[in-house]
Each structure stands twice: as C-alpha cells, then as structure tokens.
T-cell receptor, first 113, second 113 residues
C-alpha cells in the first residue's frame, strides 16, 4: 500500500491550454474523490466515483472540467481551455464505501499564467 | 454560504500546553465530523472523527468534543508538541451525502518550543 499517488506534482500552463492530472488510489478503495483547494481555503468538493461510476459532481465543476475513472482504478481530471482562476491545488482522495475517513494524495499544484 | 467555519485563522501555543481548535457548522443534516491535519506540500491527513450520536471521542493526545445544540465542535491537543504545528481542518458529512466532505477554512497551529 503506497497511498494515493498524484501526477504531476506541479503543472504550469498557459491560459487556454488543456491539462490532465492523474490519480492512483489505494488499490482496495472503491471510492475516489477530487477536491480543489485555493490559498487560505479548505478543500472544496469537485466530484466522486464509486468504482467506475461518477455519482456526483459539484456545481464548481464547469463544462471545461471532466473526470473519468475507467475500470474503477486510476482517475484523470482534465481541464480544457484553462483560465487563471483554475490555479489551485487539486487533491485526490480515496476511501472504502462506508468508511468516513479519506486518504488524500499530495495533490497537483496548477498554475495558469 | 459557508456551512463549516473555523473562525480563528491561526493559533499560537507553548509546547506542553493545551491547544483548542474550534469549528462551527450550520447544516443540521451533518452527522459525522472529522479533523484533518495538513503539513506544507502534503495532502490532508485524517486525525480523528466523531459521530453525532456521541459528544466526545478521544485518541491519545487528541480529543474531539461535539455540542450538537450549539452546532460546535472542538479539537483539544494535550500536551501540544512542536510537531503538531500544521494547518488543521474540520470537515463534516451528512447521511447519504456519498461521504462528500464539507471543509472549514482551516486554522494554522504553531506550537512554540
């Protein structure tokens, strides 16, 4: 068990470009979550998967954002046509159904210039 | 509309003394509460939790108290150690919320040697 892995750790991109982040959860965890954290704020929920099904999406997740979890294993979060307001730490977490505590990854810090 | 609030952005405590971190919530549907600790450049780490059917939960130096009538919870750390210096987030979830967590804005704890 190597914990939740996120790649890359840092990403700098120009406004208007597309970016994709990857999350590898703990292997036996069937729930996977994406959160976003901006400076001085707590993490904000974006979306979550139970196995491969995306069960809920926040209204924060605009049409430019899309998340997938093919085969219920790793997940990707893509942001199209990035804007400066997308600059944040993107956190992935996983858990077992029925277990209230998540295990978070170290996050991907996105900077849009 | 912040449903979970941590009104103290920072707290400074002397080593060996008690640290008390506070959290207020507004949503009466919340029935499970958690505290996370976050070091720089790392994801949040689960610390301790409490169900709404309890008013106290203890784990070593950490105790969480829940006052449902006041919609208030607190985290006590006794005795505080320099290694406890971190940002602490309280979080809440509700029944059938898919384990989605709503986080407060965090309190930075500094424990001085």
């Amino acid at each position: 068990d190597t914990g939740v892995s996120q790649d890359p750790r840092h990403k700098i991109t120009k406004r208007g470009q597309n970016v994709t982040f990857r999350c590898d959860p703990i292997s036996e965890h069937n729930r996977l979550y994406w959160y976003r954290q901006t400076l001085g704020q707590g993490p904000e929920f974006l979306t979550y998967f139970q196995n491969e099904a995306q069960l809920e999406k926040s209204r924060l997740l605009s049409d430019r954002f899309s998340a997938e979890r093919p085969k219920g294993s790793f997940s990707t979060l893509e942001i199209q046509r990035t804007e400066q307001g997308d600059s944040a730490m993107y956190l992935c977490a996983s858990s077992l159904w029925g277990s209230p505590g998540y295990t978070f990854g170290s996050g991907t810090r996105l900077t849009v210039v | 509309d912040q449903q979970v609030k941590q009104n103290s952005p920072s707290l400074s405590v002397q080593e060996g003394r008690i640290s008390i971190l506070n959290c207020d919530y507004t949503n009466s549907m919340f029935d499970y509460f958690l505290w996370y600790k976050k070091y720089p450049a790392e994801g949040p780490t689960f610390l301790i939790s409490i169900s709404s059917i309890k008013d106290k939960n203890e784990d070593g130096r950490f105790t969480v108290f829940l006052n449902k009538s006041a919609k208030h919870l607190s985290l006590h750390i006794v005795p505080s150690q320099p290694g406890d210096s971190a940002v602490y987030f309280c979080a809440a979830s509700g029944y059938n919320a898919g384990n989605m967590l709503t986080f407060g804005g965090g309190t930075r704890l500094m424990v001085k040697p």
